[in-house]
T-cell receptor
Framework: QKEVEQNSGPLSVPEGAIASLNCTYSDRGSQSFFWYRQYSGKSPELIMSIYSNGDKEDGRFTAQLNKASQYVSLLIRDSQPSDSATYLCAVKAGGYQKVTFGTGTKLQVIP | DAGVIQSPRHEVTEMGQEVTLRCKPISGHDYLFWYRQTMMRGLELLIYFNNNVPIDDSGMPEDRFSAKMPNASFSTLKIQPSEPRDSAVYFC????????????FGDGTRLSIL
């Protein structure tokens, strides 16, 4: 079992719809969870961090965490073509700085 | 402010050659990370430094890989000898302080070993 699992996609949604991206992780001791966005041919950039169960909202983005189910998700409301990218889920376990990344979900927003 | 600077952006070389990738972190950042990204394995941490000291190199695939950080403004990742399976995009990232996720990535080096 991979430490951090994501559906590779592509996930296609129409412009204006809600895109829902999901991620599961295997280490119950994981403490911190992140979503990175990576445009094709570019480097990853951090868009959301979440540390406790529940929802965290930032503009059109909402991160959701359920530690009991070992599940983290990212919702993008009012999806725009500029949101088309690969979204990487990342998880930190333990007291060090190591973050484990999933292989990413490719999102396509159709105009 | 300048971001993380990596060089070269692209490298094509033949199997068996030595490859050196370079990284200049953001000034003042005390952590530096080297990652490798492939389609199959995604983004993998190879090694990271704190205040120029290697902290965790458990992701370095084998002895052919080595990394150094001689000072706060420069790091290298060396592969010797290189093999076709080393072909990937190599990213350097840096950050300041204990906030784990706030890593700033460079543009990456696309490495092709023929």
């Amino acid at each position: 079992q991979k430490e951090v699992e994501q559906n590779s996609g592509p996930l296609s949604v129409p412009e204006g719809a809600i895109a829902s991206l999901n991620c599961t992780y295997s280490d119950r001791g994981s403490q911190s969870f992140f979503w990175y966005r990576q445009y094709s041919g570019k480097s990853p950039e951090l868009i959301m961090s979440i540390y406790s169960n529940g929802d965290k909202e930032d503009g059109r983005f909402t991160a959701q965490l359920n530690k009991a189910s070992q599940y983290v998700s990212l919702l993008i409301r009012d999806s725009q073509p500029s949101d088309s990218a690969t979204y990487l889920c990342a998880v930190k376990a333990g007291g060090y700085q190591k973050v484990t990344f999933g292989t990413g979900t490719k999102l396509q927003v159709i105009p | 402010d300048a971001g993380v600077i990596q060089s070269p952006r692209h490298e094509v070389t033949e199997m068996g050659q030595e490859v050196t990738l370079r990284c200049k972190p953001i000034s003042g950042h005390d952590y530096l990370f080297w990652y490798r990204q492939t389609m199959m394995r995604g983004l993998e941490l190879l090694i990271y430094f704190n205040n120029n000291v290697p902290i965790d190199d458990s992701g370095m695939p084998e002895d052919r890989f080595s990394a150094k950080m001689p000072n706060a403004s420069f790091s290298t990742l060396k592969i010797q000898p290189s093999e076709p399976r080393d072909s990937a995009v190599y990213f350097c990232a840096s950050k300041i302080g204990l906030e784990v996720g706030a890593q700033h990535f460079g543009d990456g080096t696309r490495l092709s070993i023929l």
